[in-house]
């Protein structure tokens, strides 16, 4: 894996975020409830463009934090992490809630990439003071499981949604 560094999305990175949403494809893996969310990218699908959910994210400021993994060498955006100060900002059940949602680009996946992003992320939550994050995945998504645990996941327990009928495992790591 080739060194990455955390940047908070803004204006300067719209069109590597757009090229970054492209690579994700209809029929991968659900992984939310929402089918369509690109974890780490969290409410883009929501939005007309890039540029109206850069004003969104900006509104969340202070709540919520987004980032794009970028590599050192090229400066290409290889990972997207959205960090929730706090559960209650995470739109789905408070069962299901997560301090964290990331992704990986398909091309990039595999390379470690995933395991140093949410180290870094992990670096940003215990800047704002957290003592402890909550992190969900589905069960299926056995590559975000190794992530979280790689990172000091410690696993809870496996809750299945009532309305989806996913089986998502939850964890915990103390900062």
């Given at each position: 894996?080739?060194?990455?560094r955390?940047?908070?999305v803004?204006?300067?990175?719209?069109g590597?975020?757009?090229?970054?949403?492209?690579?994700?494809p209809?029929?991968?893996?659900r992984?939310?409830?929402?089918?369509?969310?690109?974890p780490?990218?969290?409410?883009?699908?929501e939005?007309?463009?890039?540029?109206?959910?850069?004003?969104?994210?900006?509104?969340?400021?202070?709540?919520i934090?987004w980032?794009?993994?970028?590599?050192?060498?090229?400066?290409k955006?290889?990972?997207?992490?959205?960090?929730?100060?706090?559960?209650?900002y995470?739109?789905?059940?408070?069962?299901?809630?997560?301090?964290?949602?990331?992704?990986?680009?398909?091309?990039?996946?595999?390379?470690?990439?995933?395991?140093?992003?949410?180290?870094?992320?992990?670096?940003e939550a215990?800047?704002l003071?957290?003592?402890?994050?909550?992190l969900?995945c589905?069960?299926?998504?056995?590559?975000?499981?190794?992530?979280?645990?790689?990172?000091?996941?410690?696993?809870?327990?496996?809750?299945?949604?009532e309305?989806?009928g996913?089986?998502?495992?939850?964890?915990?790591i103390?900062?």
């Open positions: 894996m080739e060194p990455i955390l940047v908070p803004s204006e300067e990175y719209a590597a975020i757009a090229e970054y949403a492209a690579q994700f209809a029929e991968r893996m992984v939310t409830l929402k089918p369509d969310r690109i780490g990218l969290d409410g883009l699908e939005c007309a463009d890039v540029r109206s959910w850069l004003g969104s994210c900006a509104e969340m400021a202070g709540k934090s980032f794009l993994s970028v590599r050192e060498r090229d400066g955006v290889v990972g997207a992490l959205v960090l929730r100060h706090s559960l209650e995470d739109d789905d059940d408070p069962e299901f809630a997560s301090h964290f949602g990331y992704s990986i680009r398909p091309d990039e996946q595999r390379k470690g990439y995933a395991k140093e992003q949410l180290r870094l992320g992990l670096e215990r800047k003071g957290l003592t402890s994050v909550r969900v589905r069960d299926l998504n056995i590559g975000s499981g190794r992530t979280i645990r790689s990172c000091g996941g410690v696993y809870l327990d496996s809750i299945t949604g309305e989806s996913m089986r998502i495992d939850r964890y915990d103390a900062l």
